[in-house]
């Protein structure tokens, strides 16, 4: 089974191809003309879409040392994420499986970043538990096996990602924000300033009070002292990185008591953050886990996972129709 898949949810274009469960290629194209704007452009996104989508195509099919002729099926992101930048994925898959005569198969983007992990060996073994962490997702994953995923918690308002993107804005670092506050951290204090836990039910999350708490912060110290960002920023950055870590591993390690159990993993772009990793596997050592960390490359969007949870998804014949239209927001 030859599937090529394509990624197109946000600000990524990415194509792979997997032969048989094993990845031979995995193309992205990151689309750098967001950076002056200080966020992604929904608009922007969609037409760089059309304009690097048939390059890494052709790149991923030359790397895999295959042509469209030795494909079964093709694979694509339908949510979620942008409406439009996912119809540009959509559309070009529906197009390449109609013009090929073979079967199309539509993946959930945030399931693909949990499956992420079987890419390489070794892979967590059945049930394991998923932290999945982004931009626009923050969740504890209880996942039974490839295609039986359950939440059993998640932010009931924004996402860790966002709060690590407004952290960065109000500091005024460039975008992406996110990756400069995890190397400012670690020449800072994390114990340097404090900032409130926000204590949901269950297992879920808040992360829109840390990030009003913030604000105020900033402004009180600015007014006192005009250079206060300037001064201390990689106590800051250490600070609040330190704090949105630690909301995250107690609910992770509240999960893993209640469920008991021990095999742990995390995925999303967040899962890429250095702090996140280090405080991940001091805890799986107290709490006798063992961690599973994907490889950078596979904690960003890429079309690597996506071909990994097609190749689950064609194993049981999952395929869907030329009538298959993107969901943005696509549910479990």
């Known amino acids: 089974m030859t599937i090529l898949a394509i990624e197109s949810s946000c600000d990524e274009s990415s194509a792979a191809v997997i032969i048989n469960g094993k990845l031979h290629s995995n193309i992205v194209a990151t689309q750098l003309i967001h950076t002056e704007w200080g966020g992604v452009v929904p608009e922007l996104a969609?037409?760089?879409?059309?304009?690097?989508?048939?390059?890494?195509?052709?790149?991923?099919?030359?790397?895999?040392?295959?042509?469209?002729?030795?494909?079964?099926?093709?694979?694509?992101?339908?949510?979620?994420?942008?409406?439009?930048?996912?119809?540009?994925?959509?559309?070009?898959?529906?197009?390449?499986?109609?013009?090929?005569?073979?079967?199309?198969?539509?993946?959930?983007?945030?399931?693909?970043?949990?499956?992420?992990?079987?890419?390489?060996?070794?892979?967590?073994?059945?049930?394991f538990l998923c932290l999945t962490v982004s931009g626009g997702h923050t969740q504890i994953v209880l996942v039974r096996a490839p295609l039986d995923m359950e939440i059993i918690g998640q932010t009931q308002d924004d996402a860790v990602g966002e709060a690590f993107d407004k952290t960065a804005k109000l500091l005024n670092l460039p975008y992406p924000g996110g990756p400069l506050i995890d190397k400012k951290a670690k020449e800072g204090n994390p114990e340097r300033f404090e900032f409130p836990m926000v204590e949901m039910p269950g297992l879920n999350y808040s992360f829109s009070g840390i990030k009003t708490a913030f604000l105020y912060f900033l402004q009180r110290e600015t007014r006192q002292n005009p250079d206060f960002i300037e001064e201390n920023i990689n106590d800051i950055c250490a600070s609040m990185q330190a704090t949105l870590i630690r909301i995250l591993l107690q609910k992770l390690r509240k999960a893993a008591r209640q469920y008991k159990i021990n095999e742990i993993a995390i995925a999303g772009g967040v899962s890429a953050?250095?702090?996140?990793?280090?405080?991940?596997?001091?805890?799986?050592?107290?709490?006798?886990?063992?961690?599973?960390?994907?490889?950078?490359?596979?904690?960003?969007?890429?079309?690597?996972?996506?071909?990994?949870?097609?190749?689950?998804?064609?194993?049981?014949g999952e395929f869907c129709s030329q009538e298959v239209s993107p969901m943005p927001r696509m549910e479990w």
Not at 56 to 80: S, W, Y
Not at 112 to 122: E, G, Y
Not at 273 to 282: F, H, I, P, V, Y
């Open 273 to 316: 953050n250095s702090g996140l990793r280090s405080a991940l596997q001091k805890m799986g050592e107290t709490e006798n886990w063992n961690i599973y960390i994907p490889q950078f490359q596979y904690c960003t969007d890429n079309a690597g996972m996506i071909a990994m949870a097609a190749h689950f998804k064609a194993e049981k």
């Open 46 to 127: 969609s037409r760089a879409h059309q304009q690097y989508i048939v390059p890494v195509v052709i790149e991923a099919l030359q790397k895999a040392n295959i042509t469209k002729n030795d494909l079964n099926a093709i694979a694509f992101t339908r949510g979620p994420g942008l409406l439009g930048a996912l119809l540009v994925g959509t559309s070009f898959a529906k197009s390449l499986a109609l013009g090929l005569n073979i079967p199309l198969i539509d993946v959930n983007h945030m399931q693909a970043h949990v499956l992420a992990h079987f890419i390489d060996d070794p892979a967590p073994k059945f049930p």
